[in-house]
């Protein structure tokens, strides 16, 4: 199965619609992964026009990636395969390029892929890693090949899984359960808003007097990931859940399946996981206490004369939907409509098992909401890997029939007319962050509040000009 094979269930009618899909391929989600690894190589067995999609990167949703420098050896490159190669035995060339990489000074990892095109010749490609690694004392890796069964977030969760469980690591655990790692973290650019969200999260350890070694993938090196091995506990979070378990079982240390704390609800979740996790539920609840009464008294104002009854919508991944579905229903907004541009496995590991807060804890009332003891009801219309023009189509028909006040949505629907617009997750070409402004946590709740009562207020000011697409 690859971008455009149809799901289970989905009806005939568009089941024959043979457009292309509302996501991005597998070798983006690769690029992705290297671009967050400063120190990390990819060579990708694969005709040339992979390359050229690191420009949906570089250049456009980063303004600071790496992957390409002049003068200089891209991070990421290719073989340049075509099908007068593929026939033949390329075991020495491909050894001479990953040998290439490898021989770099500033090469912490290298990875290696292929496409299914190359894979035809059963090349043994962790053999040839193997040859490198041993000639050369680096780390060079095999990513696990699903290449017919993949999207852009499929292929990142690969390299992680594929960093796992190469790098070298030995255990070297307190004994305390004061030190904790973070897998599964999505870092799609190095600007200042996922700077902010490592802050963030730091920020939330440390409340819980709890030592983040790690965040994979954060924009940090390999020397930096391996600190993974002083973990006593990893959070899993859903952008490499098989990345988490290879981990906890190579270093024997406790594994925690968390969620993306986005919002404020899902925060509170991420923190008393957290907390009953290492023994700090009385500090989560302290903390809790205090950034709500740092947080809600802010809204005050913001919920009845800008969001009260307002109808969102929201198009991206399922992982952020979860924490958008609850910052809706506590802004006093009905989320009408959502869009998942994955393929549809992705939504199983966007909830988290989150344990219900310890019965010895007295939570006040509005913790126990926010928490998650009403669910707040799901869109009318959600659709799920839908294809590009089915997309399109529906959101044209949203706005002209004006039946959404603001569009939460990565670039996929960032055109959209007759509503205000927020652009958020991957890919965000229009949209950038030069200063360190976080999305999640609950100070990054305050900052996604106050983009979308910006654009909703951008939005009524242009209607009032007459504008027509408004």
């Known amino acids: 199965m690859d971008a455009s094979t149809p799901p289970e269930g989905e009806s005939p009618e568009l089941s024959a619609d043979l457009t292309v899909r509302a996501t991005l391929p597998r070798s983006i989600g690769l690029s992705l992964a290297i671009n967050a690894v400063p120190d990390a190589y990819l060579l990708l067995d694969s005709p040339h026009c992979a390359f050229r999609r690191l420009a949906y990167i570089q250049g456009n949703h980063d303004l600071e990636s790496t992957l390409t420098t002049f003068p200089g050896l891209p991070r990421v490159t290719n ?57 050369t004392g680096r780390p060079v890796l095999a990513v696990p090949h699903r290449s ?58 440390q409340a819980l007097d709890l030592d983040l070694v790690a965040v994979w993938l954060s924009g940090q090196t390999t020397a930096e990931l391996q600190r993974v091995q002083e973990a006593d506990l990893i959070i899993s979070l859903p952008y490499g859940r098989r990345a988490a378990t290879v981990l906890a079982d190579r270093l024997g240390c406790q594994l925690v399946r968390g969620e993306v704390p986005f919002g404020v609800a899902a925060t509170l979740r991420f923190l008393f996981t957290l907390g009953a996790a290492t023994g ?20 005050k104002w913001a919920v009845p004369f800008a969001f009260l009854h307002r109808r969102l919508g929201y198009v991206g991944d399922p ?31 966007a909830e988290a098992s989150t344990p219900s807060p310890p019965s010895s804890l007295d939570l006040p009332a509005d913790i126990r909401l926010l928490l998650g003891e009403a669910v707040p009801p799901e869109p009318a219309t959600i659709l799920s890997y839908p294809h590009a023009r089915e997309l399109e189509q529906t959101l044209e028909r949203l706005g002209r029939d004006q039946e959404l006040d603001l569009l939460v949505t990565n670039s996929f629907g960032f055109l959209t007319r007759r509503m205000g617009i ?42 009032a000009r007459g504008d027509p697409d408004a």
């Open 148 to 205: 017919l069964t993949s999207d852009y977030l499929t292929a990142y969760a690969d390299v992680t899984e594929a960093l796992a469980a190469g790098l070298p690591l030995s255990p070297r655990r307190s004994g305390t359960r004061r030190r904790v790692a973070i897998v599964g973290y999505l870092w799609d650019r190095n600007e200042g808003d996922h700077r902010a969200n490592r802050l963030e999260l730091h920020r939330l350890f």
């Open 319 to 349: 992982h952020l939907y979860v924490g958008m579905r609850d910052l809706a229903a506590l802004l006093g907004c009905s989320l009408r409509f959502a869009a998942f541009t994955n393929l549809p496995r992705h939504a199983r590991d």
């Open 280 to 299: 700090r539920e009385a500090a989560a609840l302290r903390f809790a206490e205090q950034e709500l009464a740092a947080v809600l008294p802010k809204l």
């Open 79 to 135: 073989t340049e395969l075509s099908p007068l190669k593929v026939i033949k035995n390329r075991d020495a060339d491909l050894r001479e390029q990953l040998l290439v990489l490898a021989s770099r000074p500033a090469s912490g990892a290298v990875l290696v892929d292929a496409v299914a095109m190359a894979q035809i010749t059963a090349t043994d490609y962790g053999r040839l890693c193997d040859d490198v690694a041993h000639e």
């Open 422 to 463: 927020v652009e958020l997750g991957f890919p965000s070409y229009h949209s950038h962050a030069l200063a360190e402004r976080p999305f999640l946590g609950t100070r990054g709740a305050l900052s996604v509040v106050e983009r979308m009562m910006e654009a909703l207020r951008a939005f009524e000011v242009r209607a």
